[in-house]
């Protein structure tokens, strides 16, 4: 069945550091991509999304491609800020088996230091 | 402001004693879902209702269950809750078109249930 797998946490970076979290897929058919982003003591928000190959999804100075050829969807910031500390959830949705269920990675926790 | 409400956010009960977690969105959202979120296991999908009356397991469903009665309510009914069950639940709702989601989804806030 389709799956995602992410990077493990915790990462921890200083303030104004590049960040890539990676996570690749495992899906068969044209899922959508997702990023989404839990800060502490609330629900998930959707953060980016790619609804095809090679699509870039971006927000918030977030950015992530959708590579069918490497079946990956990383994330990447250029500077990031202490109030980016969050866990990060990388999901898909579609593709053969799974149209109406989002699929999450076991999620990335990110904590940014002034 | 369009949101998804769930109470109660924290909850600690016994063994066997039946309990509701309640759900509700007012943006019309044809879909709903219950998530649960364990350390290391990211979330997992319990139930999912496509409208009303229509409700479907979704990836760990055993001791739960739901009713879609009204678009906009989807409670998280626990007959015989177990220690298993601790856990962090977390409900979203979002609308559906043909090839999918035609929204993003949008989540509660969580509720932390502790079952001794």
């Known amino acids: 069945g389709n799956s995602v797998t992410q990077m493990e946490g915790p990462v921890t970076l200083s303030e104004e550091a590049f960040l890539t979290i990676n996570c690749t897929y495992t899906a068969t058919g044209y899922p959508s991509l997702f990023w989404y982003v839990q800060y502490p003591g609330e629900g998930l928000q959707l953060l980016l999304k790619?609804?095809?190959?090679?699509d870039k999804g971006s927000n918030k100075g977030f950015e992530a491609t959708y590579r069918k050829e490497t079946t990956s969807f990383h994330l990447e910031k250029g500077s990031v800020q202490v109030s980016d500390s969050a866990v990060y959830f990388c999901?898909?949705?579609?593709?053969?088996?799974?149209?109406?269920?989002?699929?999450f990675g076991s999620g990335t926790r990110l904590l940014v230091r002034p | 402001e369009a949101q998804v409400t769930q109470n109660p956010r924290y909850l600690i009960t016994v063994t066997g004693k039946k309990l509701t977690v309640t759900c509700s969105q007012n943006?019309?959202?044809?879909?709903m879902s219950w998530y649960r979120q364990d350390p290391g296991l990211g979330l997992r999908q319990i139930y999912y209702s496509m409208n009303v009356e229509v409700t479907d397991k979704g990836d760990v469903p055993e001791g739960y269950k739901v009713s879609r009665k009204e678009k906009r309510n989807f409670p998280l009914i626990l007959e015989s809750p177990s220690p298993n069950q601790t856990s962090l639940y977390f409900c979203?709702?979002?609308?559906?078109?043909?090839?999918?989601?035609?929204?993003?989804?949008?989540f509660g806030n969580g509720t932390r249930l502790t079952v001794t």
């Open positions: 999901a898909l949705s579609g593709g053969a088996d799974s149209s109406y269920k989002l699929i």
């Open positions: 979203a709702s979002g609308g559906v078109g043909i090839y999918g989601y035609n929204s993003p989804l949008h």
């Open positions: 790619a609804t095809k190959a090679d």
């Open positions: 943006m019309n959202h044809e879909y």
